[in-house]
């Protein structure tokens, strides 16, 4: 069964772990976010496409949920003795890799090219494709200001709530080739359980890939990143507090209107299923704890699709 899923970083890389055990790895496109791309120190780093493909290779720190296992810091150690920029976290290894991307898309590479290139030097069987190759960024609106993704993120260690997120370029940027395809093929689209509105929606920001979805002639299934209302971690319910106003079920699928059919649920948030609407929702652990939670997680959410 061919499957798309649209993703963030370490919550969907961890979804789309288990879903390549489930499914065939090359049925499996998964589309990223670039909303919290950023250039540190002239690199181009690509946060959550690195965590999918970091977790899609088993390189992935489990333990820290980002980055590499094994990791060490000397370069980064080096640029704060030289006074350099070095409020963004790259690890040795990880800086290999933002080397070989920044020189690929200097070169000319459009990002998709070079991310289908990484991919397959690291292993990987499955597709990871960015929503966009256009310059596409997320910005949050606080009361303490407008910071970009990362700002707002790393060095404001996300204390700032959130009153509106902005994309940055969405009105030019158009889905990356192949992206399109990937989803008139998909006999199923999936949407990780990331935090919607800093993980979702910069790739629903992509007109062309809204308009997809909308107009959807197969099932569409999200995860729902919440357990018990909390995140498992992040700001993902201080935002839906904020700016839906509820961290229920309901508040979740409500991020996707008129783009999902059901939504997997924790059983945790099971007591609390009214106002879903057309949204169908589907009781589970989704506590994704170990690769054999993974998997049944992936399994429940294919599940969905009716025979
Ligand atoms: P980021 O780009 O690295 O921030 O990652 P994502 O946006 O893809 O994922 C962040 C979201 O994943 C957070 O809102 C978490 O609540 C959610 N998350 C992380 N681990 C789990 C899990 O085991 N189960 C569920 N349901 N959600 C999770
Ligand atoms: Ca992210």
């Known amino acids: 069964m061919k499957v798309v899923v649209l993703s963030g970083g370490v919550g969907g890389a961890r979804f789309v772990q288990g879903l390549v055990e489930v499914v065939p790895p090359t049925d499996v496109t998964v589309i990223g976010n670039v909303g919290d791309d950023v250039e540190v120190l002239g690199l181009h780093v690509s946060p959550d496409l690195d965590s999918i493909m970091y977790a899609l290779a088993g390189l992935n ?11 060490s810091w000397r370069a980064l150690e080096t ?15 990880d800086l290999g890799l933002h080397l070989v991307r920044t020189q690929a898309l200097r070169s000319g590479a459009p990002l ?48 700032d709530e959130v ?27 999936l949407v990780a359980p990331s935090n919607p509105y800093v993980s979702i929606w910069p790739i ?31 700001p993902a319910d201080r935002m839906l507090a904020r700016l839906a106003g509820g961290t229920s079920p309901a508040h979740v699928a409500g991020q996707y209107a ?17 106002r879903l609407g057309e949204v169908r929702p589907i009781v589970t652990r989704t506590l994704m704890a170990d690769a054999e939670a993974r998997r049944r997680l992936a399994e429940v959410a294919l599940g969905a699709v009716p025979a």
């Open 61 to 71: 720190d489990e333990e820290r949920g980002w980055g590499r296992a094994d990791e």
């Open 79 to 93: 640029v704060g003795e030289l006074g350099g920029e070095n409020w963004f976290r790259l690890g040795d290894l």
């Open 112 to 159: 998709s090219k070079v991310t289908v290139r990484l991919g397959r030097a690291l292993g990987i069987e499955t597709r990871v494709l960015p929503a966009t190759d256009d310059r596409l960024r997320t910005w949050l609106r606080t009361p303490a200001g407008e910071f970009p993704f990362q700002e707002w993120f790393v060095a404001r260690g996300h204390r």
């Open 163 to 189: 009153d509106v997120v902005r994309f940055e370029g969405e009105a030019d940027a158009t889905p990356a080739p192949g992206v399109l395809e990937a989803l008139a093929d998909a006999e199923l689209l």
């Open 204 to 234: 629903l920001a992509v007109s062309a890939i809204r308009k997809a979805l909308a107009a959807r002639r197969v099932p569409a299934v999200a995860v729902s990143p919440l357990i018990g209302g909390r995140a498992v971690r992040g």
């Open 258 to 274: 008129g783009l999902i059919d059901a939504l997997v649920v924790d059983e945790a948030d099971a007591d609390d299923l009214e």
